[in-house]
């Protein structure tokens, strides 16, 4: 049966549009329970991650330690004395010119005035070429600064100005030509014993030292006095520059370890120990007390040599072949104690090539003392220590012009 389009939209009409009705409806409720279920489900949130803040912890460190700046080493002082070689030129002697023909071959020659004769030999010296020089006395100008002592003749007491013990200027042409000043200082020292006065034994012979100092100031022209006596150990005698130290006695030294360190602290350090044995034997207990002490202070370094007589201490001042007569020769020994030894020579101990302890069995500090002078008779009697009192100049001038001590680390020189 044939159906004309009109007819199949008829037919077909009532079915469809309920269907699409039903479409629509199901799309829509579709849609609505889609934006109640996104309203009613909570989508997490994205955060950013937040960094923490920079924190700064400040640590105050502890203060660094301080310490004060110190040597570790001692400075050794070395003085050198040098010598300047001054080389004077040689004077130019002219040469004489001579001209090459009768009208003159030279330039000194054609000097002359045309016409005028020539001398074949000319003689520049005698023309009257340069300025006219005028002679004159020299005067003599320097910086005021600087202090000759050789010409300005500066005064003994304007050289002590306290801080040093001694400073003596040397006149290098005449080595007895010394001027300048000596503060001298004494040591005291435990003994075993008293000495045979009574007194205690480091102060055997009180006057030794001050007589020694106006026999001093008798030939030169240093001024000596005796300021204070310390004991062995202490440090003022590194601190104020004792140029020298003294100890005589009979009988044994007693000492402590701090007094040994400190003597040759003292040693080391620019001084000077000068050793005689009033019992003038070697073996005695004074010469083995006193050698240990010395061995206590500089160890390995207290090597005793013998003293040869071309050593310049024989010859600084008075000339010496070698140590003058002691108790040992003069006033012989003992009462008891049989035949004296006597001894030709003396010790030195030395340390870089400077003599730092001298040491004597001869008693020499009796004669010093002016024991000599009143010699009893049943010792021979009166004795002449004028050799012996020279001998104790030389001793001094040594210590005050050696190279190396403390009276030369400050020295001036003419």
Not at 244 to 266: D, S
Request: aromatic residues 10%; neutral net charge.
């Amino acid at each position: 049966m044939l159906l004309n389009r009109s007819d199949r939209i008829e037919l077909e009409a009532p079915g469809l549009r309920p269907r699409k009705a039903l479409y629509w409806s199901l799309l829509i409720s579709v849609i609505l329970h889609t934006v109640i279920i996104f309203y009613q489900v909570e989508l997490p949130e994205r955060r950013k991650p937040v960094r923490k803040p920079i924190s700064v912890k400040f640590v105050q460190r502890a203060p660094r330690l301080s310490k004060p700046l110190e040597l570790m080493k001692r400075p050794v002082v070395v003085q050198r004395q040098l010598t300047r070689k001054i080389t004077r030129p040689k004077s130019v002697i002219p040469r004489t010119i001579r001209t090459a023909a009768v009208h003159g071959g030279t330039a000194l020659a054609s000097l002359a005035k045309p016409g005028e004769a020539v001398e074949r030999t000319l003689a520049p010296q005698r023309l009257e070429l340069g300025p006219e020089i005028i002679s004159g006395d020299v005067e003599n100008i320097k910086e005021p600064e600087v202090t000759n002592l050789g010409e300005d003749l500066l005064d003994v007491s304007d050289m002590d100005t306290g801080r040093y013990r001694a400073q003596v200027v040397v006149n290098p042409e005449d080595k007895r030509d010394i001027k300048g000043y000596f503060h001298m200082d004494l040591v005291k020292y435990k003994t075993s014993r008293t000495d045979y006065g009574g007194d205690p034994d480091w102060n055997t012979s009180p006057r030794a030292m001050a007589n020694l100092a106006d026999y001093l100031e008798t030939y030169t022209d240093v001024k000596v006095d005796i300021k204070q006596r310390f004991t062995m150990d202490s440090k003022d005698l590194i601190r104020l520059k004792v140029p020298l130290i003294f100890i005589t006695g009979h009988f044994q030294l007693e000492y402590h370890a701090a007094e040994a360190r400190n003597l040759g602290e003292y040693l080391r350090a620019g001084g000077f120990l000068l050793v005689d044995d009033s019992y003038f034997l070697r073996g005695g207990p004074f010469d083995m007390s006193a050698r240990a002490l010395i061995k206590d202070a500089l160890g390995e370094d207290a090597v005793f040599e013998k003293l040869p007589g071309e050593h310049w201490l024989y010859h600084c001042f008075f000339d010496f072949d070698g140590p003058p007569a002691g108790d040992d020769i003069a006033r012989g020994p003992y009462p008891g104690r049989g035949v004296q030894t006597i001894y030709e020579y003396l010790e030195a101990i030395f340390l870089e090539g400077r003599m730092v302890v001298l040491f004597s069995n001869k008693s020499l500090n009796n004669a010093w003392n002016g024991d000599w002078r009143i010699n009893p008779a049943s010792r021979g009697g009166p004795i002449n220590d004028t050799r012996q009192m020279q001998f104790g100049v030389n001793i001094l001038v040594f210590t005050l012009t050696q190279p190396g001590g403390f009276a030369q680390q400050a020295q001036v020189y003419q």
